[in-house]
């Protein structure tokens, strides 16, 4: 069983940072391409970044290009995502997915990740 477990939401003001983590029980993260996606109420889930860990390839989408920043630590079997200088249109719950099948991110396909987390919720606001 696949758990994934996101925390490090908040409110912050704009131009402000968190780094969200998303951590994993009874499989290795580094096995499989995770991405990071959010969903706000009434909106579309979007996709904000993906970690192939195939290639270690890391891709952004252009709403959070140059702000975010994907890592992991496979000591800690996390992995976090970096965002600065945030919006108010980047409130939103965040989460982490995967499939814990593929190892590159499927680029041009939606909600492929069969495993997500609960979310955690960042509140962009001054």
């Known amino acids: 069983q696949v758990h994934l477990v996101e925390s490090g939401g908040g409110l912050v003001q704009p131009g402000g940072s968190l780094r969200l983590a998303c951590t994993a029980s009874?499989?290795?993260?580094?096995?499989?391409?995770i991405a990071w996606f959010r969903q706000a109420p009434g909106k579309e889930r979007e996709e904000v970044g993906c970690?192939?860990?195939?290639?270690?390839?890391?891709d952004y989408s252009e709403a959070v290009k140059g702000r975010f920043t994907i890592s992991g630590d496979n000591a800690k079997n996390t992995v976090y995502l970096q965002m600065n200088n945030l919006k108010p249109e980047d409130t939103a719950a965040y989460y982490c997915?995967?499939?814990?099948?593929?190892?590159?991110?499927?680029?041009?396909?939606?909600?492929?990740?069969?495993?997500r987390g609960r979310g955690t919720q960042v509140t962009v606001s001054s």
């Open positions: 009874e499989f290795t993260l580094n096995d499989y391409a």
């Open positions: 997915g995967t499939d814990a099948v593929r190892r590159f991110c499927p680029y041009g396909l939606k909600n492929w990740y069969d495993y």
């Open positions: 970690l192939s860990t195939g290639n270690a390839r890391i």
